[in-house]
């Protein structure tokens, strides 16, 4: 079972960067696939992207490709999602998730955090 916690969101203009940190607990956090969500108002949820349980592979939708990094630290039990030339439209509830099958998938999360805010302005 793992417990996640989301960081790092606020306010930045577009253009600029941020980095969200996602601690999750647990003694074997490397098992997992840890994948990253969004929400804007009125939208539906949408995948994001996700990292592999070394870390080795990676997956981003097209909206996100070259401007989102996502990366891990198992030794510390956390997850990152690097984001560059941010745009008003990223504005969202940004979740992190964790799921304990493999592949890189955009369903079957098992474990979700409450979300933090990121907020683009023009």
């Known amino acids: 079972q793992v417990q996640l916690v989301e960081s790092g969101g606020g306010l930045v203009q577009a253009g600029g960067s941020l980095r969200l940190s996602c601690a999750a607990s647990g003694r074997l956090f490397s098992s997992y696939v840890m994948g990253w969500f969004r929400r804007a108002p009125g939208k539906e949820r949408e995948f994001v992207g996700a990292?592999?349980?070394?870390?080795?592979?990676?997956y981003y939708v097209d909206s996100v490709k070259g401007r989102f990094t996502i990366s891990r630290d198992n030794a510390k039990n956390m997850a990152f999602l690097q984001m560059n030339n941010l745009k008003p439209e990223d504005t969202a509830v940004y979740y992190c998730?964790?799921?304990?099958?493999?592949?890189?998938?955009?369903?079957?999360?098992?474990?979700w955090g409450q979300g933090t805010q990121v907020t683009v302005s023009s």
């Open positions: 990292i592999s349980w070394s870390g080795d592979s990676t």
């Open positions: 998730t964790a799921k304990r099958q493999p592949g890189l998938t955009r369903t079957a999360y098992d474990y």
